[in-house]
């Protein structure tokens, strides 16, 4: 028998995969409630959060009860076909029957793909033929239907109201409860059909009596689930890893898999279950997952692209104090939700710690690859980073070249902070991390930069932080809040740790001589060295 891993590609499969229970993942005996009464209802979540494993688990414990005949069928191979009709609801009965037959088997001679698809016309089929199937069968049907936002325009529009319009024939003569499934609510599509009207899906598929959404992994769950390969292998980890984890994921399942994954078996050296892991081996499988761009990656930078995730994440991104929730349409920030990408705190947040590392790196990775800045310039003689000579060459390269590669950037408004993390990254990356904290309203972006000073976990870590702030109003009262705030952050860290508060001065007005200058303050207990920029 395969020993189990934890899983970052497609369902699990419990019989190799370590797992939280899908069905204990949301709750069933709410469905089961919604099913048992007749409703055709919304499950939706980010991507790669578990949904189908959830629908797969749901359907084996419907079948396995007896009282119903539950289907399950993707309809994600539609989404090419676009606009073609007929091809998208042929293509979703087709796939259908292939999933009836796994379960129905031979039962239904009469409904065969080919004397089912031949002769009805596209507007009809899929009602059609969900309606000549519950009257054959001998329980009722209940049918989930995953990936349906992947369906657009016309055709989303043809699956919907087929479905609504055999409704009223339920569960005699069409499925006693639908399922759909996907990243969004379907009330929140905005549909462009073919002849660029456009409708929203909630007047397509006014039936709907319920949206419930999957959530992420408890903090418990989390630990269940990594304690399973302590049980199965008997690598242990350090209680010290679990905080971390939670800080680094929230929860999001694909992210919690990945980093079980990368740190128990990608870092090949903790193959040998005898070693245990530690705090410093989740920071490094963090990174390693940053850096390699898996899909989940490299779908959450593909949406940063999009106008409507701009108009969200930007503001965050420049910690725009004066920047208020309502200021951003409320139709944006539920999209940008329904991704994943944010938390609907108050005020709005990056949704996990990954996903708040992942989002300025990748704004600027054309940046970092364009900086020829080495980090052995700015190392002392004891692996330290010598911040004083590293802030005072990016006061230099700011002054050259701050208006024309900011002009590079999609996230204009976020621009100053965007540039100095990534001169900060391309000095640090592969030698220490660097923590973010950066949020709609909070007036400023704290960066800390942790540093390992000898290799292994233990050894001596430098600590610096860093403030940034846009300079708006009175300059000394803004340097005054700004002290206040990085010595309160100061308070949290380490003793030693280094502090540094950089005032970007973004008036056209100002000459370079003045806004170019830093000095030394006394604060509260700390010394701090503030930067104009």
């Known amino acids: 028998m395969l020993p189990k891993i934890f899983n970052t590609a497609g369902p699990i499969k ?64 539609g989404q090419s076909l676009r606009n073609n009709v007929e091809e998208v ?26 004397e089912t698809i031949a002769q009805v016309p596209a507007s009809a089929l899929l009602s059609g033929y969900l309606s000549r199937l519950s009257q054959a069968l001998d329980r009722p049907l209940v049918v989930f239907i995953d990936e349906i936002d992947a369906l657009v325009g016309d055709s989303l529009v043809s699956v919907l109201r087929q479905i609504r319009s055999g409704y009223g024939k339920r569960p005699a ?9 996907g990243v969004r609510d379907v009330r929140d599509y905005r549909i462009v059909l073919s002849n660029q009207d456009i409708i929203t899906g909630g007047s397509a598929f006014n039936i709907k ?28 980890f350090d209680e010290a890893c679990f905080p971390l984890i939670w800080e680094a994921t929230e929860g999001q399942p694909w992210l919690v898999n990945a980093l079980g994954y990368e740190v ?31 899909t989940h990656i490299d779908i959450l930078i593909d949406k940063l692209k999009e106008d409507r995730v701009r108009r969200v994440i930007g503001p965050m991104l420049a910690s725009d104090t004066d920047a208020k929730d309502t200021s951003v349409p409320q139709d944006d920030v539920q999209y940008v939700y329904d991704l994943g990408l944010i938390a609907l705190d108050k005020p709005r947040r990056i949704a996990n710690g990954i996903y708040r590392e992942i989002i300025p790196r990748e704004l600027t990775w054309s940046t970092q690859d364009g900086l020829i800045q080495q980090s052995e310039w700015y190392m002392n003689a004891d692996n330290s980073i010598n911040m004083e000579k590293l802030l005072l060459d990016f006061q230099q390269f700011f002054r050259q070249n701050a208006d024309s590669w900011i002009e590079t950037f999609d996230y204009k408004e976020s621009g100053p902070q965007l540039l100095l993390q990534a001169f900060l990254q391309r000095v640090v990356n592969g030698g220490g991390y660097i923590d973010r904290e950066y949020g709609l309203g909070r007036g400023r972006t704290d960066l800390l930069i942790r540093k390992p000073l000898t290799n292994g976990y233990g050894g001596p870590i430098q600590y610096i932080v860093l403030e940034l702030k846009i300079k708006r109003g009175d300059l000394e009262k803004t340097i005054q809040r700004g002290l206040e705030q990085t010595a309160e952050y100061m308070d949290h860290c380490p003793a030693g740790t280094e502090g540094h508060f950089i005032l970007f001065n973004r008036d056209k007005g100002t000459p370079w001589d003045e806004k170019i200058w830093h000095r030394t303050e006394q604060y509260h207990g700390h010394i701090l060295t503030v930067w104009g920029m």
Do not use: W
């Open 14 to 77: 419990p019989e190799i995969h370590y797992n939280v229970d899908p069905l204990t993942r949301f709750n069933l005996e709410e469905i089961l409630s919604l099913i048992e009464y007749g409703k055709y209802f919304v499950l939706h979540a980010p991507r790669q959060t578990g949904k189908t494993s959830c629908l797969l688990a749901l359907r084996d414990y419907l079948n396995a009860q007896g009282d119903y005949c539950a289907v399950y069928v993707n309809v994600e191979s």
């Open 89 to 114: 609801i042929r293509n979703v009965v087709s796939n259908l029957c292939d999933e009836l037959s796994l379960i129905i088997g031979s039962k239904l001679p009469n409904l065969t793909r080919e």
């Open 209 to 236: 009596a319920k949206s419930l959404r999957l959530g992420n992994f408890s903090k418990e769950e989390i630990h269940e689930l990594y304690m399973q390969h302590t049980a199965a292998t008997g690598q242990e």
């Open 173 to 181: 003569a069409f499925p006693q409860s639908i399922i759909l499934c």
């Open 264 to 294: 128990t078996y990608e870092i090949k050296e903790n193959r040998d279950r005898n070693v245990r892991i530690t705090p410093e081996m989740i920071y490094r499988a963090q990174e390693n997952i940053i850096y390699r761009r898996d």
